[in-house]
């Protein structure tokens, strides 16, 4: 019967996507990985680079990479959680909310590089944080920010109507009705958003180069206004810009490893986070 | 569009089985009633054919009532129809009793025509008959105002029982012999009372089914003249409102 | 401890959306009186109004009085906080917090603490552990659902069956000790033998609440109601003792909807 | 990244307050709002900043051979040249080539995931195409420089080794996940009721794919399509490492291409504070702001134009 | 745990009441019987007591009935019982009826103790007590078997009053002053097969609640040793049965 | 066109659980038979194995027959898609399809195609768009839904309300002319007046179709049907008339459970 058929013949090729998707990943995987762990070592990830980073570690990067998250962590989260309760609980004018809606919808979809463009405009030049951690930090967390309140807010949303009513029936007030349940039921969900603004943070490239990512450095930065090296961006340095494309291979393939590796990892704690949370609260 | 098909069917079955049921238990009493007006035997059979179906039809209506309510929970006016008909039948099955009850005694009768000479009790059976009709034409109509009135002409047929009984009895004493006659008439009178008693229950439940109201029991207590003037054009026509029947 | 509630020229206004209409009644203590109508009639409306759920709602507009003791509870300078916690309320769909049993009945008593007066003086302080251990039977047992569930006060409120969460909210609310109780379509997601142990539970209660349910089954608020009320596009149209609303309703359209002849 | 932008129960209506708020209450829903002007302020920041950057560049240049400008020579010390047509052109290539093959093979994996994958494995397959769609850009563009530009020399033997078909499939790559995560969600949640309901009326599970689950995910499917497609016009690294950074106008998938996003992150290392080059980068920025908003209203308006209630 | 608490209440609260009724119904017919056997004029004013208490009471459950079949939408045994209870009631009200009616005639009689010279009238009035005893026991004990013989001896009695009323006919063409007594004799036996009568309605319905059957008219036919044996004892115990009452 | 069922020693298992057992019953045609129980007692799994329907659920295992006109759809050989055309199935939340009203019903007519024999020959062939109109038309009109949809076919099905939506799926179920229409809790979801009106088209469905109904209402299933079958913990207790069933039911089980006792 052609009934039949059809639905063999496209079910196969549906299955034959999926086979290719899965391979595309699984090679590109691959070849990080094995031209990575080559490389990697401990020493690898605790010294400082040498020679025109052609020999040590990359310390500076990891570090540079890690105080990047901790400004996003510090300044785009509170902001972020605290917008996202604000616009579901109490923001009550319709005009408000749809310019909000305006804002983060499309800016969350902006490329990064004009996120970049904002950095160097506001952050570097206008504020005069120049070439620094906080320019590039506060660049990334304003890029973050669309992610996080969104996040946030559909974490919020997501507690169902009727235990806020509950709440609300038992007495309780406002604020208590919030700290109390929704919060606490959107904690996972919250969370979930927190560690993939911030592991979008450390992965983003294009606007450390706007806001002053340094190529090499042989010592951590020694403060929020130093500048600092970062590991996307050393990848991109070491691979595309600097003195001996080849001979450093297997450093750019060990500290692409180290990033992958990073934020995979943040990534898989979201998602295993958000599945334990979704069994947790079914509503 | 009203809904509950199965239910309204079901209940229009159960007024169609109510309605010839009471149609057929007034007709019995008419009947019986001309037996005893003309000595008319030939009508026995009849008025026997009719209890046996008033038998079957009670029966038959007890199950269907029992059925609506325990499948279609009938509330409200429904429900107080289905119980207005639970009780009725048993009054209308008892109609059958008493007509066929007479219709033997009247065929016992030695001196057939003797009923002839008792005024009284043919005003007796015109009452009870007029009273059948209307206990039976308030519940076609669902005439509340009709039924509350029913227990006032009851009233007068008790009434009249007792006088005839006196009557019958002097009779009774005059001519010995006239012993098991006189017996039969109060009999006869007996069951004509008990037939006007019996419309009135269904008066009472017509009232309750109309108005969902218990027809207040101290209206008994009223005294009403004796609508006896109908009689004579009762039993010319022994069924003057047959034309409901089709409602 | 009971109340009674009388509601004056009520009117709720969604919008342009008039979903009450007028409604004057009395609600006596210490009965359960049941609200009836076809669906979007304003049932949900009007119980909402009486602990100002309604307020929740945006773009709602409620008019007119409802007296809870006397007091109008619409009345700006009435305490909401207050109004609810006098007024306790049940769902449709059972709703317990994603938290332990325990912590599901304990959380109000927590809220509100114990109010004593010390030398003279007002004072709030927290529940004792034991208070609350007692404050938690008490109201698990008085919604029959403390032989159930006390071997296991520890797990979630959400691992238990529909009809036990049911009962857990109701436990839920009976802990701060509320004087009238609303019921919105308690049994709505239930099953036929879980809805007769909450209608049990309705006419146990009675005894030391006001209780005002709405329902979507005429059965129900026959089965355990004292009083009736049915409501018809927004108006209430009878009120009356549940045994003449469902014998003799004086209404036409009552008659018409308890006998499942409308529409 | 799984979140999707979506906004439930937008048209908010003024609620009756409570009159009697404690000060405690009243104090943190002062603190809230500022926060949340705060985020609005730092959002709103970002199309003023680029508005101010860009003004004086329009005011300097040609506006006109701007946008029609087919030469993108902006470092030449006497005559820049700012035509972003090359820009745009590369832009354009490298998105639409990324789509073309992404579009057919994710909606393809998306369906088998959906649809066909057994529980279990899906429940493997989906959070795996989940942190996949977080590998940093940066990673992709290493590979395709390294690896892909081989592997496309040696089938297609182009021109220059790092072209535009080598930035089309890593972009492709990148979107998949992007597009799987999305689509598979509105495939998902479409009710399985619907599926019922279909299969019991005698439909073969394509049937009942085709004419029922598919329409109903349809805005879903377009939105991951859209979202992913904005993506990869303004995506940096990859490019920026893949294709070659030629700014020249060509056709020719096996050449050097430029795209905007990479003419900013490379100009930048050089371009001096002020000058009208520096403002020209960020009318080019501008420019791609306006792209990427206008996909992104394109993606909700067929959202909201399509959307099926279930 | 049985659930419907409401329900299970209206139903016990049924239950008492109709046990009442029974019970006071059952005296009630127990005393005219008393007050034929040992002209014991003094029970007069306890038996219209008792009648207009089974009148009340007829009303009452009656409306609980409907009050129960409306709220609570009763099946399967439940409606049996409540159905059988809304006819029940009718002939208990009965039962204080004759009983009233029964007292009345005996207290008219000038010669008390005429009764007590027909044999067969005591014998009648053993069996009808001894019928209605049973009934109101095969309700209250939910005894289909015992409901289900009521109408063989109800045919005794029946039989019975036949001869009676051949033999007082006979008395009183023998003495024609006995007239007016002779038609009283008549008139109570009369009563007496009516409340056997109703007793063995009462006994259908009792079949019916508890078999969900309806009794098989054809098992009237069949005749049955009439049980005379126990009259005696009934006479000297009236309420044999009493330690039911409390059930 | 009507057909008997009848099933054999039916057997269900999820995973672990044995969710039906040793079921045997038969079932008439041009009848509407009800299947009441308490919950989780396999009511739904019984109806689903009859189109199955259960072939869908992972870990589901079927054991037992299934005749249908005495042709076990169980078996290997018979064509699952086949079975579900002639056996229709209405669910309990209404689901129509997000399309017009028209779509909606001629999706399955659409779907099949008409078989004609032409020339001797078998073939296969799609439906004009007259025949289409007139299966629309026919079936919206058997659906009771013709009058208050005909103007706005074109309108989406969800615009409908819930009585109305869950007729336009009974519709839809009719357009395929199946033999048997299977309900399950098709008005759980509904309100009174909307469940009157579903209930009035299932009586009148029963004359061309055998209609078999899960329903958690006993009510309904007294209404509606014409015989009852009573199920308890995957176990077939009393099967019978539904009026036998309802006043003199032969289990205690059924007793109880009618009587609202159970539990
Ligand atoms: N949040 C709301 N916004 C706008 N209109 C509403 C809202 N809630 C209810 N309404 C309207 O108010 C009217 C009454 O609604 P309500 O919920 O009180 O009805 P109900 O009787 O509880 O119905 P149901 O039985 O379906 O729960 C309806 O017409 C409804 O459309
Ligand atoms: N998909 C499933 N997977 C595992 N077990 C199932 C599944 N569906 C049903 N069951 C089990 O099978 C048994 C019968 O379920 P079924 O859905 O048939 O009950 P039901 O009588 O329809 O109940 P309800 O009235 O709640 O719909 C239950 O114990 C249930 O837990
Ligand atoms: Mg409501
Ligand atoms: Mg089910
Ligand atoms: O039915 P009755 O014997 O009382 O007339």
């Known amino acids: 019967m052609d009934r039949k058929l059809k639905e063999m013949l496209f079910f196969s090729a549906f299955r034959g996507c999926a086979l290719l998707v899965v391979l595309s990943l699984v090679v590109l995987m691959w070849y990080i990985a094995t031209g990575g762990l080559e490389r990697l070592s401990w020493d690898f990830l605790t010294e400082m680079p040498r020679r025109a980073n052609t020999e040590g570690g990359i310390l500076p990067a990891i570090v540079g990479t890690f105080y990047l998250m901790l400004i996003v962590l510090a300044v785009s989260v509170p902001i972020g959680v605290m917008s996202a309760i604000y616009l579901v609980e109490y923001e009550q004018s319709s005009w408000m909310g749809r310019v909000f809606k305006l804002a983060v919808y499309n800016l969350a979809g902006v490329p990064s590089i004009v996120y970049g463009l904002l950095g160097l405009g506001i952050f570097v030049a206008f504020l005069g944080f120049g070439f620094s951690l906080m320019s590039a930090g506060l660049t990334l967390s304003i890029m973050t920010l669309p992610l996080m309140i969104s996040a946030a807010r559909e974490a919020i949303a997501a507690v169902p109507q009727s235990v806020r009513e509950a709440s609300l029936a038992l007495g309780a007030t406002k604020w208590q009705t919030i700290w109390h349940h929704v919060l606490p039921y959107a904690l996972p969900g919250i969370f979930t958003g927190i560690i993939l603004s911030v592991s979008r943070a450390a992965g983003e490239t294009a606007p450390l180069m706007l806001t002053g990512v340094a190529m090499s450095l042989q010592r951590l930065p020694d403060g929020f206004f130093d500048s600092f090296m970062a590991l996307p961006y050393h990848i991109f340095y070491m691979a595309t810009q600097s003195s001996n494309l080849l001979a450093t291979r297997p450093i750019q393939y060990a500290t692409a490893l180290v990033l992958l590796l990073l934020v995979l990892g943040m990534n898989l704690v979201a998602i295993v986070m958000r599945k334990r949370y979704r069994d947790r609260y079914k509503w | 569009m009203t809904p509950r098909t199965t239910f309204n069917h079901e209940l229009e079955e159960l007024n169609k089985e109510i309605t010839e049921m009471a149609n057929v238990a007034k007709t019995a009493i008419e009947r019986a009633v001309q037996m005893i007006a003309d000595m008319d035997l030939s009508l026995r059979e009849e008025v026997r054919e009719m209890d046996r179906r008033l038998y079957e039809l009670n029966e038959r209506i007890d199950k269907h009532c029992l059925d609506i309510i325990a499948l279609h929970s009938p509330v409200a006016g429904d429900l107080r129809l289905i119980s207005a008909c639970l009780k009725m039948v048993e009054d209308l099955n008892r109609f059958g009793r008493y007509a066929w009850d007479i219709a033997q005694i009247v065929d016992d009768f030695e001196e057939g025509k003797a009923f002839k000479k008792f005024e009284s009790l043919r005003t007796m059976a015109c009452l009870v008959v007029g009273l059948v009709d209307d206990a039976v034409y308030s519940f076609l109509q669902r005439d509340a105002e009709k039924a509350s009135h029913l227990h006032e002409r009851d009233d007068a047929v008790d009434a009249l029982y007792d006088s005839i009984f006196r009557e019958i009895l002097t009779y009774m004493m005059e001519d010995p012999h006239k012993i098991t006659m006189g017996i039969d008439l109060i009999l006869v009178a007996r069951y004509m009372e008990r037939v006007a008693d019996h419309a009135c229950n269904i008066g009472e439940y017509v009232y309750h089914m109309v108005t969902g109201e218990r027809l207040d029991p101290k209206a008994r207590v009223g005294n009403v003249p004796q609508n006896v003037e109908a009689c004579d054009r009762l039993f010319d026509h022994p069924c003057p409102r047959t034309e409901l029947d089709e409602k | ?263 | ?310």
């Open chain 3, 1 to 263: 401890m009971t109340t009674t509630i009388h509601t004056e020229d009520l009117n709720v206004y969604f919008e342009r959306n008039h979903a009450l209409i007028d409604v004057t009644m009395d609600i006596q203590n210490n009965q359960v009186t049941a609200v009836i109508g076809p669906s979007g009639c304003g049932k949900s409306t009007f119980i909402r109004c009486i602990n100002r759920m309604n307020d929740l709602i945006p773009g709602c507009v409620v008019k007119g009085k409802v007296l809870v003791d006397g007091e109008d509870v619409n009345d700006d300078k009435v305490d909401v906080v207050d109004v609810r916690r006098r007024i306790g309320m049940v769902f449709q769909k059972p709703n317990p917090f994603p938290k332990s049993i325990y912590e599901n009945v304990a959380y109000a008593p927590r809220l509100h603490g114990v109010t004593e007066v010390v030398d003279g003086k007002v004072r709030r302080r927290k529940h004792t552990k034991k208070e609350l251990d007692e404050i938690v039977e008490r109201s698990l047992r008085r919604a029959a659902l403390w032989e159930e569930v006390k071997d296991r006060l520890d797990k979630s409120g959400m691992s238990l069956s529909g009809g036990q969460q049911q009962r857990l909210c109701i436990a839920r609310t009976l802990s701060i000790d509320p004087e009238i109780i609303l019921f919105d379509e308690p049994c709505s997601a239930l099953d036929p033998i879980a809805t007769s142990k909450i209608e049990d539970l309705l006419v146990d209660l009675k005894k030391d609440y006001t209780v005002i349910i709405v329902t979507h089954s005429m059965q129900q608020a026959a089965r355990i109601s004292d009083r009736t009320a049915f409501f018809y596009l927004g108006k209430m149209i009878e009120m009356g003792d549940t045994k003449q609303i469902f014998e003799r309703p004086q209404m036409e359209l009552t008659e018409q909807y308890i006998t499942g002849r409308m529409g």
């Open chain 4, 1 to 310: 990244m799984a979140y999707r932008l979506r906004w439930k129960g937008s048209n908010r209506r003024r609620v009756r307050r409570n009159v009697n708020l404690s000060p405690k209450e009243r104090a943190i829903e002062i603190a809230l709002t500022i926060a949340t002007w705060s985020s609005v302020v730092a959002l709103g920041a970002v199309f003023a900043e680029l508005m101010l950057g860009a003004i004086p560049a329009f005011l300097t240049i040609d506006i006109i051979g701007f946008f029609t400008g087919t030469v993108w020579n902006p470092a030449h010390p006497t005559h820049p040249l700012y035509g972003i047509l090359p820009l745009f052109v590369g832009t354009l290539m490298v998105s639409f080539g990324a789509a073309a093959i992404a579009i057919p093979i994710g909606l393809g994996c998306s369906i088998w995931l959906a649809e066909l994958a057994s529980p279990r494995i899906r429940s493997i397959f989906k959070p795996a195409i989940e942190i996949l769609a977080g590998i940093p850009s940066v990673i992709f563009g290493f590979f395709a420089l390294v690896i892909l530009s081989e592997w496309i020399s040696i089938v297609f033997d182009p021109v220059t080794k790092l072209n535009a078909l080598n930035g089309a499939i890593m972009l492709a790559v990148m979107m998949i996940p992007i597009m799987v995560t999305v689509a598979e969600d509105a495939m998902n949640s479409v009710p399985s009721s619907l599926r019922e309901a279909s299969l019991a009326l005698g439909a073969t599970r394509w049937e009942t794919l085709r004419h029922v689950v598919l329409p109903a995910a349809l805005s879903g499917i377009v939105a991951a399509i859209v979202l992913a497609f904005g993506r990869a016009v303004g995506e940096t690294m990859t490019v920026l490492m893949a294709t070659g950074n030629a700014p020249q106008l060509t056709f020719d998938f096996l050449r050097s291409v430029q795209t905007m996003t990479a003419a900013i992150a490379i100009d930048f290392g050089e371009v001096v504070f002020g000058s009208e080059h520096y403002h020209v980068l960020f009318a080019v920025g501008l420019v791609l702001f306006v792209i990427t908003f206008a996909i992104n209203f394109l993606a909700d308006w067929v959202v909201r134009r399509y959307k099926e209630d279930y």
